[in-house]
């Protein structure tokens, strides 16, 4: 395909790629990538910190997440980074952008296409919470009139489904960066769970099916802001050699963690729009047992790759049953549907017809 002048517009929370944590930075610096490799010319609007082959637009010096500057909320990191893009719109072919349910507002004001990706979940809102029907189309057709404008991207079929507004973009994978993730063949002997230890991500309940089950369990991940559940859920079930929290890790530790592990366990209690981890696991060869909500279901092959299971009981079971698992499968998956060259074959798909269309 022709060489497009491509914009990537994240929303300052994070350094691309984020330290010590996962997340969309991650999938933004795959994607920048290897566009960068595939010869397109592209400008990552990001904090002066990231590391990038591309052009960096340093719109601040260091993460918001870091520290705050001049007590903004999350909103005006968005929106500074997106108006840095849109002053310099002529300059580009494709507006790319990663920071949320706040672009389309502008979109009639923008002569550049553009495209969102949308990482968060965007959940209907409850009938009872909705105005009367006439009220939403008097002062809310505006919105949707822009909303539709923009082309998005769902990161999952769940996630797309379950969107407030309907439609009609594109469901592309994310995709990782398999030179990264080197495969294991034989595992260590312990269970993992990696990532948030919120209720949310079902920390606790990965605990209780690994206790049931009596293997070793080691739990990584930050447990900021929930400290206190920390202390009642999950601090008295530590146990040297049985379960055992080993803190925030860095790529490299997690690499080591994933490809060591029997299985990674994934109790997810919310709709997560993705779930990298899975992936990531899966790429070094090791299993996942998923609860069947969110996008697990799309990722995890039943009885393949992992287990896809209701609960704490049945995560256990399949804890017992996981040497069924052939963990080259897992593998072979992750480069069949979600490595970052199948990713980016599909933002390319979308990046031509977009600007094909937009010059007829």
């Keep these: 395909m022709k060489k497009l002048r491509i914009a990537q517009v994240v929303s300052l929370q994070e350094s691309v790629p984020p330290k010590g944590k996962n997340g969309l930075e991650f999938v933004v610096h795959y994607l920048t990538e290897e566009l960068v490799k595939r010869g397109h010319n592209v400008s990552l609007f990001a904090t002066k910190d990231s590391k990038t082959s591309a052009k960096l637009i340093d719109v601040l010096p260091y993460p918001a997440a870091k520290k705050r500057i001049f007590g903004w909320g999350g909103i005006d990191y968005s929106l500074v980074s997106l108006t840095k893009a849109i002053e310099t719109q002529n300059e580009f072919d494709i507006i790319h952008i990663h920071i949320g349910q706040i672009a389309y507002y502008f979109a009639n004001l923008i002569k550049t296409p553009m495209i969102e990706t949308i990482h968060s979940p965007i959940s209907k809102v409850p009938k009872k919470y909705l105005p009367k029907k006439d009220i939403q189309n008097r002062y809310l057709k505006d919105s949707r009139s822009r909303y539709k404008k923009m082309h998005h991207i769902f990161v999952s079929k769940n996630q ?182 199948k990713m980016v074959d599909g933002y390319e798909r979308v990046y031509e017809k977009m600007v094909r269309d937009f010059r007829k």
């Design 160 to 341: 797309k489904k379950n969107a407030f507004m309907q439609s009609s973009g594109s469901v592309i994978y994310n995709g990782i960066d398999l030179e990264e993730f080197k495969f294991k063949k034989d595992p260590q002997d312990y269970f993992l769970y990696l990532g948030y230890i919120t209720p949310d991500k079902g920390a606790h309940l990965a605990v209780k099916a690994a206790r049931r089950a009596r293997v070793k369990l080691k739990l990584a991940g930050s447990y900021r802001h929930c400290e206190k559940y920390f202390e009642e859920e999950i601090e008295p079930y530590l146990k040297k050699g049985k379960i055992e929290y080993v803190g925030v890790v860095n790529p490299i530790q997690r690499n080591r963690l994933l490809g060591g592990a029997k299985a990674i366990l994934v109790p997810v209690q919310w709709e997560e729009p993705f779930g990298l981890i899975m992936t990531e696991a899966m790429a070094c060869g090791t299993p996942v047992i998923g609860f069947d909500k969110a996008a697990v279901s799309e990722i995890v092959k039943d009885k393949k790759t992992g287990f896809i299971v209701k609960d704490f009981k049945e995560m256990a079971k399949a804890i017992r049953k996981v040497e069924e698992i052939d963990r080259s499968a897992c593998r072979a998956r992750v480069e069949k549907y979600f490595s970052v060259e």
